[in-house]
Structure formats: structure tokens, C-alpha cells
């Protein structure tokens, strides 16, 4: 498998399906990426000095509420940690940032991420209704005797930047095992996580793993974990958790 081949493909054809067009005084910047209406993500800059200005309009967040989502406490103390992960910030109900010119690529990729991440996480498990699925994952490490580190930052290949939401250190009897979870297990996040491990991949252990904690409460597009299994990824079904083969893939 020609890692570099994969990765330049993917770039290639991120570069190819970026939209953009003068809406005022901001560039509205469409990606090839959906959110959860099945809308593609979108967003605006505007040159501010020596700085480039991102913002979505507030359309991330306002699009969750109308759907019937509400942010309490807790998902609010979730919400600060997923902008602080990605390096953004909220103005009103606006998620927003800023970049040198320079820095922009980079900025723009953790940006798109980011609004990514808040879409997907805060779309809460069907059996239960009162946390997201990533609380739902950290009480369950917790009663797992599960250790982890969580918001993990690595460099890939490619210069850029990629989060991993725990991280599982190398013990004597396991590998460093680098986990992402999925939400929405459709193609649009399977494409941005087989990117992120096949540029992150090259820098780390022969031996690291990458593993997915999947949400089958909802539904999973065809071909996922067929394409996780192509790259090595250990998927753990979240309706198997409890399996002994796949805390066995968790645990120390």
C-alpha cells in the first residue's frame, strides 16, 4: 500500500472540490464534506489586516438547535473542549477564528475539523438522550478501569496537524493505540479519519494501532468498516463494547 499515493489523492481531491465566491465583504468557502442535514459544510473569510478571519455564521450551532438540540452543562463543558482541541473559539453562536496569511492551510483544515466535530458529536446516542456519545464513552473507560490520555495532538506527513480524541499508551503486552470515534459512521468522516492515520501513521511506532469506537445506534453506511479493515483499524462496535475481544483492545 503506497501511503504517500493515498494521501496525495486525497489532497488532490479536497483541492478540487473547495468552492468558493464573493459574498460581500467575506469568501463563502464550500467543502465536499456534509453535516448532518446532508448539507455541505460551509464557511467565510475576510482579510482583516495581516490576518485572516473564519467564521460560520453561527450556522453550526443554530442548525443543531432547530433539529431540537440543547446545550446543558455538560455538553456545554464538551463544547469549550472540542474549540479548545481545534483552536477556535465561539462569538455569540459563531464559531470563529483567526490565521496569518501563512498559517492559513494549516488553519483552514483545523477549522473545517472543527465544525466537523461539533456537528458530530453533539448528535446524541438514540438510547440515551441526556449526553453525548463521547460522555457515553468516557463514563464507560471510567468504569472500565480504561486509561487514556484525551484531546491528543500528532503531525502528519504532510505537515498537518491531527486530532485523536484518546490515546491508549504502548504497555508491555499492547501497542500505542490511537482511537477516534464515530458518531455518524457514514463515508464523509471515514474519509477524514483514514487520511488523518494514513498521514500520522509514518510518524509513529510500526506497531501503533488505530481504533475506531463506532456508533451503531445509528445507522452505518455500507463499506465502512470493510474500509477500516483495509487499513488494519480495530472498529469496536459500540452495541459490542462490553465483548471480551474488544475490551481486550481497550485495556492495558
Excluded at 138 to 148: A, E
Excluded at 219 to 246: C, H, L
Aim: aromatic share 12%; hydrophobic share 35%.
Amino acid at each position: 500500500m503506497d501511503i504517500q499515493k493515498l494521501i496525495d489523492d486525497y489532497t488532490v481531491w479536497l483541492r478540487k472540490e473547495i468552492r468558493f465566491e464573493k459574498v460581500g465583504e467575506y469568501y463563502e468557502i464550500s467543502t465536499p464534506f456534509l453535516d448532518s442535514s446532508n448539507d455541505h459544510i460551509q464557511f467565510y473569510v475576510k482579510l482583516d489586516g495581516d490576518a485572516i478571519c473564519f467564521t460560520d455564521d453561527g450556522y453550526t450551532l443554530n442548525q443543531l438547535m432547530v433539529n431540537g438540540f440543547q446545550i446543558n452543562s455538560n455538553r456545554k463543558k464538551t463544547l469549550c473542549n472540542i474549540l479548545k482541541q481545534y483552536g477556535v473559539e465561539l462569538l455569540g453562536d459563531a464559531i470563529v477564528t483567526k490565521a496569518d496569511v501563512k498559517n492559513f492551510p494549516q488553519k483552514k483544515h483545523m477549522y473545517i475539523q472543527a465544525i466537523m466535530k461539533v456537528d458530530d458529536l453533539f448528535m446524541t446516542a438514540r438510547s440515551k438522550h441526556s449526553s453525548s456519545f463521547l460522555e457515553d464513552i468516557q463514563d464507560f473507560f471510567t468504569q472500565n478501569d480504561i486509561f487514556y490520555s484525551d484531546n491528543v495532538q500528532f503531525t502528519g506527513t504532510s505537515g498537518f496537524s491531527h486530532n485523536y480524541e484518546f490515546l491508549m499508551q504502548r504497555t508491555k503486552n499492547k501497542p500505542e493505540r490511537l482511537c477516534r470515534i464515530m458518531n455518524t459512521p457514514n463515508k464523509n468522516n471515514l474519509s477524514n479519519i483514514l487520511f488523518a492515520w494514513s498521514d500520522t501513521k509514518p510518524s509513529r511506532r510500526e506497531d501503533s494501532q488505530l481504533v475506531v469506537l463506532l456508533n451503531d445506534n445509528n445507522s452505518v453506511a455500507r463499506g465502512v468498516e470493510e474500509a477500516f479493515a483495509n487499513y488494519e483499524a480495530k472498529v469496536v462496535k459500540w452495541s459490542e463494547k462490553d465483548k471480551a475481544e474488544n475490551l481486550d483492545i481497550l485495556t492495558a
